[in-house]
């Protein structure tokens, strides 16, 4: 992981989409604001924020949202994925799920970027985050 100002992150404009994704978040239970946008092998971005529900097992997490989004529009490969909440602090994203969901669509080494609302970027790589992924041969 390397910290760094938002001014000097490589993904800045990947983060900056992220930020605005958590405007259209759906929070009525925890006020608390997510947003993701991946950047696919192809160029393109798509993004996603956190809906809740009332059941808590039925919540998406943003990631995940902007995940499907792509793969939902035929890209297979997340080249960067980018996070952001308005918290202020280093924040635990993605969650156990969206990384496992990753594992799906990046490469060990896919940079993950984590913005803390505040100015300060974290710089993961997946392999970092989830190094014993679940992996099951594809057919």
């Known amino acids: ?18 930020r605005q994704a958590t405007e259209n978040s759906y ?3 925890s006020s608390y604001k997510v ?3 991946v950047l696919t092998d192809d160029g393109r971005v798509f993004t996603g924020c956190n809906i809740e529900n009332g059941s808590y097992s039925a919540v998406v997490c943003a990631e995940r949202v902007a ?16 996070v952001a909440s308005d918290e202020g602090s280093p924040v635990p994203f993605p969650c156990g799920v969206c990384r496992q969901v990753l594992t799906e669509f990046c490469t060990p ?6 913005f803390d609302g505040d ?7 997946l392999d970092e985050l989830i190094p ?3 992996e099951i041969e594809k057919g």
Not at 2 to 10: A, G, L, Y
Not at 73 to 80: R, V
Not at 119 to 125: A, G, K, L, P
């Open 132 to 134: 014993f992924a679940f």
């Open 35 to 37: 947003g993701s946008a």
């Open 109 to 114: 080494d896919t940079p993950v970027i984590v």
């Open 27 to 29: 929070c009525p239970y």
């Open 67 to 82: 995940v499907f989004k792509a793969v939902s529009e035929g890209a297979k490969h997340i080249a960067a994925v980018a």
């Open 1 to 18: 992981m390397i910290k760094t100002d938002i001014s000097d992150c490589r993904f800045a404009d990947l983060v900056e989409k992220a």
């Open 119 to 125: 100015h300060s970027v974290y710089d993961f790589t």
